[in-house]
């Protein structure tokens, strides 16, 4: 069953917009949920997180926002530029039984800028 | 410079010959892992590591071995490889915490 679910496989938006990607999760023992962004043959790369104590974290043109009641996340981007085309995961961490934090992961969300 | 090296970063082989994927990190972590990506299916975790000696299966360790003999390498090993394993494959290392998890930049496996 998938922990960490992204919905929207592909997401188009015109440069100078906002983009919206969207995550849900299930596991209510997540207390820690990260954004990565994945180039064409480059590995994924992080972007930014969020601790479960708060509902909003800001790194410039990036807002990740996070409603624990309806285990729901979003990562804003304002405004989009073409460089931000890429496929973005989200990832959830909580503490595993082996007593280390493990990621899950989305399937992803292709986003395309178009300028 | 931090980073997260694999080796071979394309292969082909042909189905049974067993292939070894390397994996090198540099910033002392003790948390290792390894992902395959597959379309329309994202990450999936094959095994991981918390520190030297010590490795655990993830959610598709099918196929697939690990070690874990030093701290900075974490080798992934396909001892008989079947068509079904062609995908890229993604090593990564972190603190073990709950933060971020370094990337290589991916193995891209195909299996004849």
């Known amino acids: 069953d998938q922990q960490v679910k992204q919905n929207s496989p592909s997401l188009s938006v015109q440069e100078g917009r906002i983009s919206i990607l969207n995550c849900d999760y299930t596991?209510?023992?997540?207390?820690?949920f990260l954004w990565y962004k994945k180039y064409p043959a480059e590995g994924p790369t992080f972007l930014i997180s969020i601790s479960s104590i708060k509902d909003k974290n800001e790194d410039g043109r990036f807002t990740v926002f996070l409603n624990k009641s309806a285990k729901h996340l979003s990562l804003h981007i304002v405004p989009s530029q073409p460089g931000d085309s890429a496929v973005y995961f989200c990832?959830?961490?909580?503490?595993?039984?082996?007593?280390?934090?493990?990621?899950?992961f989305g399937k992803g969300t292709k986003l395309s800028v178009i300028p | 410079e931090a980073q997260v090296t694999q080796n071979p970063r394309y292969l082909i082989t042909v189905t049974g010959k067993k292939l070894t994927v390397t994996c090198s990190q540099n910033m002392n972590h003790e948390y290792m892992s390894w992902y395959r990506q597959d379309p329309g299916l994202g990450l999936r975790q094959i095994y991981y590591?918390?520190?030297?000696?010590?490795?655990d299966k993830g959610d598709v360790p099918e196929g697939y071995k690990v070690s874990r003999k030093e701290k900075r390498n974490f080798p992934l090993i396909l001892e008989s490889p079947s068509p079904n394993q062609t995908s890229l494959y993604f090593c990564?290392?972190?603190?073990?915490?709950?933060?971020?998890?370094?990337f290589g930049e991916g193995s891209r496996l195909t299996v004849l």
């Open positions: 990564a290392s972190g603190t073990g915490g709950p933060g971020e998890l370094f």
């Open positions: 990832a959830a961490s909580g503490e595993s039984g082996a007593g280390s934090y493990q990621l899950t």
């Open positions: 590591s918390m520190n030297v000696e010590v490795t």
């Open positions: 596991n209510s023992m997540f207390d820690y």
